[in-house]
């Protein structure tokens, strides 16, 4: 068995009964490529994988692949010493529970819990389609509640303070958008001709990224911190580009007097104002980048001021 490159990605080829085999090992990278060809010879001479070898090639795989392929990562470290020297025949619906059951002593929440059995399960199943291994995850987190009032949103920008921060918190209302997308925002994806934010970088498709319009107070913020910019990123401070506003944002939330509200929440309440102010669903799905409309009536269909209602006049008596 060789590599071999073929229409644009490697293969592996080898000659059996006079006649030419090949087999497309899906990537045009070489590193890759040889690991997958390790395991396709592994596969010929009857050896099962174990799971530590099918997820390093998974991941290797997605970090080419997906934007945060960190968070893959840090999910294989906490799945490891559970996961790593089985096959994955010996994965189980009691050793998914077992798992669950010391995730949950370690004081990890439901939805972490459920998202690394989820990315077990993904690069098992990406490996084989038809694998032996049976999953049980942990039900999903509820749909999020905490979400800022107008009165609660004016106190937190009243306490940020710092510039970059409070520049931080109206983007991230104005554009409905991640943490990480506003903090990767460059100078150049901002459209003050046509009034757009730009999220998406253009290099991949990135999860939850949308091009926006602009709101008076993003405008207003945005030109004010143009004219002091000293670097190609929106969100600055000290002459360098921010890894993350967490701190100096719990700050902030502190100095406001409120509690439970994480930069993420202002992404949530985006969306609850804008189904509260009776915005359709579809409208708010692209808002959010969402490629799913069916998530956003889940999460925020019940704030609609029509919610049910059709359904409900139906029961007058």
């Known amino acids: 068995m060789r590599l071999q490159m073929y229409r644009g990605k490697w293969a592996a080829v080898w000659t059996e009964g006079g006649t030419t085999r090949r087999v497309s090992l899906r990537t045009d990278d070489r590193g890759i490529a040889t690991r997958r060809l390790e395991d396709l010879k592994r596969q010929a001479a009857g050896e099962p994988e174990i799971i530590g070898q099918i997820m390093e090639v998974y991941l290797a795989d997605r ?167 000293v670097t190609p990123w929106v969100i600055e401070y000290a002459g360098g580009k921010i890894g993350s506003v967490k701190k100096a944002f719990s700050r902030a939330v502190k100095k406001a007097g409120l509690k439970n509200v994480s930069p993420h929440v202002l992404r949530h309440t985006a969306a609850v104002w804008m189904a509260e102010a009776g915005v359709p669903m579809s409208e708010i799905a692209q808002y959010l980048g969402h490629s799913d409309s069916r998530l956003t009536e889940r999460v925020y269909a019940r704030f609609s001021p029509s919610y049910l209602r059709n359904a409900a006049s139906a029961l007058e008596v």
């Open 63 to 229: 970090r080419v692949t997906v934007a945060r392929p960190d968070r893959l990562e840090d999910a294989w470290k906490a799945l490891r010493s559970t996961f790593e020297d089985l096959r994955p025949n010996q994965v189980t619906r009691e050793l998914c529970r077992s798992y669950t059951e010391k995730r949950r002593a370690a004081g990890r929440a439901e939805g972490t819990i459920n998202k690394e059995l989820a990315i077990l399960r993904a690069g098992i199943r990406w490996s084989d389609p038809n694998t032996p291994a049976v999953f049980e995850l942990p039900p999903p987190s509820p749909p999020r509640e905490r979400y800022l009032t107008r009165e609660e949103y004016r106190l937190l920008l009243d306490a940020a303070g710092a510039p970059h921060l409070k520049l931080f918190i109206v983007l991230a209302l104005a554009t409905g958008g991640r943490a990480s997308a506003i903090l990767e925002l460059t100078w150049s994806r901002v459209d003050f001709k046509r009034e757009l934010v730009r999220l998406a970088t253009g290099e991949q498709r990135r999860k939850g990224r949308a091009t926006v319009p602009m709101t008076m107070a993003a405008r207003e913020a945005l030109e004010e911190a143009e004219k002091a910019a």
